[in-house]
């Protein structure tokens, strides 16, 4: 009788231990929570700060154990691809100096594959952080000092910053609630306040893709009360969310934002046939005015898919397919609509370049694949005690430069690091005289022969020095990289004109011919440009400005007549 009780209460304690361990939560499922706060970790520094923490924590956890345990398969090779060839592209990327940027930009999604492995239920405080998030920004929306941050162009863009990826962010919330066996009041609350925050966004990609949700929810419900429940809710939500759009947004009836994302996606597939490896990171940023057949500027192509083959290439891609597809096929039927909706949504945004989003579709693929993930295990812990430092020192040091470089300290983040391209076009504008000029222009080019702004201020620094010669090659290079931006010929009509009666004064009839020949050129270049605008490129509201103001076009038919007479 005794011994039965002392067993009773010892299960009894088990039991309890348990249930705590249950309802309690880990590091990792509060750091998935939390990172989607820090503009959903889309800053280099953010991803330094994330990269860190995953370190420490791996270091605590295998030192703790004595041993090393890692868990390989499909997710951990699509992870250690992307770093990978990030490391790559150094020997062929467009701009070397931001490939290190890359790298860390991507490191946490392999420190997090390694780390979160055997890891349970890592996305259990997403739905709260959703509701907290929308909340928040709702009440944060009126203050004028936040517009641009909180709002987005009288959108709602949450701590984002951008109110498509916001968007997206509460619609994952909405199928991890909403797809659980039993929904409670709680749960219903929180639905209502993901959907106001998504009509908020004024996202029209998640608004369709919201639609698809509640549609995929009410074919599924087995109960007839919550299905006519959800059938109300769809009708509700789509007339409010309809009204507002009319109400609220212009851009519903406009559709150059969506030419746009199809003429990015055009202009970009020639550039990936012909770039196997990719271009490296912001390659296709700074190289866009190459191949470009419309008028725009953006750092991403608004289409993940595309974007990685853009900056890392085809196997990279390839591998990330094979991920998703295994993964799909043994994921949840809940884990099938949420990598179906995310998968959808990275093909017309950038939802990927914001990590916390990246980590939670890679917790999902995890989750998915770990009964077909082996397991490597070591006792030997004297390569974690060499990687971690330097991983660590590697985060450190790159994302000093790139938070200098977010609180606009640009000399800071140049000094730390020199070859930190977009700290240096800051410092390139800023420059107070020409021997600066060219000395940051030169650091630049070194590391991007083709940067247009680069080969502009190159350009001025050489003809300031009479070199005639050298200004035609880097203005050639400029224009041929910036061909849309009309300055740029102007500009390069009043060197060559100098430079022609320079050489009429000096008699030097052969040079000055040259330059004569050049500058009547830039006509014809021009109606180039403008016969290569494609059809897209019409389509959306940024349109080519390629006539030249009426001085200089009656300066090159001056100069026709000269020579033709």
Known sequence: MGRSS??????????????????????????????????????????????????????????????????????????????????????????????????????PLLLFVIYAAGKEDILKHIPLSGVVMTVVSALLSPIEALKGHITVSGRLGGFFEYPNTFAMFLLICLILVLFNEKLKIKDWIFCAVYLAGIALSGSRTVLVLTF??????????????????????????????????????????NMSTFYGRLLYSYDALPVILKHPFGLGYYGYYYSQGSFQTGVYSVVHAHNDFIQLLLDIGWIPAIIAVVTVFRAFRKATFKNKVLLSMMI??????????????????????????????????????????????????????????????FIHKYESAAKIYPS??????????????????????????????????????????????????????????????????????????????????????AGDDQSMMYCMNRCIMIESELRAVEAGTSELGRKIDDQPELVLPAEYSEYIFMLQNAKTG
């Not at 939802?351 to 397991?375: H, N, P, Y």
Request: glycine share 4%; hydrophobic share 50%.
């Open 6 to 107: 002392k067993n009773s209460k010892k299960n009894t304690r088990k039991t309890t231990h348990n249930t705590k361990l249950k309802v309690s939560s880990t590091p990792l499922q509060i750091l998935m929570a939390v990172i989607p706060f820090l503009t959903g970790i889309f800053y280099e520094w953010q991803s330094a700060l994330l990269a860190a923490v995953l370190i420490v924590w791996f270091f605590i956890e295998a030192f703790k154990n004595k041993r090393i345990e890692i868990r390989y398969g499909w997710p951990l090779f699509f992870a250690l691809s992307v770093v990978v060839f990030n490391i790559l592209t150094a020997f062929w990327a467009v701009d070397k100096g931001m490939v290190w940027l890359g790298v860390l930009k991507y490191l």
């Open 212 to 253: 698809i949700t509640a549609i995929v929810y009410v074919i599924r419900v087995k109960e007839k009360k919550i299905k006519l429940i959800a059938l109300g809710c769809i009708v509700v939500f789509t007339a409010l969310g309809a009204v507002y759009l009319v109400n609220k947004l212009s851009s519903l009836t």
């Open 420 to 505: 930190y391209t977009e700290a240096q076009k800051v410092l390139l504008l800023n420059a107070q005289s020409t021997e600066d000029m060219e000395k940051i222009a030169d650091r630049m080019l070194k590391n991007n022969p083709n940067l247009a702004l680069a080969n502009d201020a190159k350009a001025r620094c050489v003809f300031s020095r009479g070199d005639i010669t050298g200004m035609i090659d880097y203005k050639d290079r400029a224009i041929s990289n910036n061909k849309y931006e009309l300055s740029e010929y102007v500009d390069y009509i009043e060197m060559l004109s100098y430079s022609i009666s320079l050489y009429s004064q």
């Open 344 to 405: 959808l949504h990275l093909l017309f945004d950038f939802d990927m370049q914001f990590i916390s989003l990246a980590l939670i579709l890679l917790a999902v693929v995890v989750e998915a694949s770990e009964d077909r993930r082996k397991v490597f295990k070591t006792n030997n812990l004297s390569l974690m005690y060499v990687l971690s430092p330097v991983l660590m020192a590697f985060s450190v040091y790159f994302g000093l430069a790139s938070f200098f470089l």
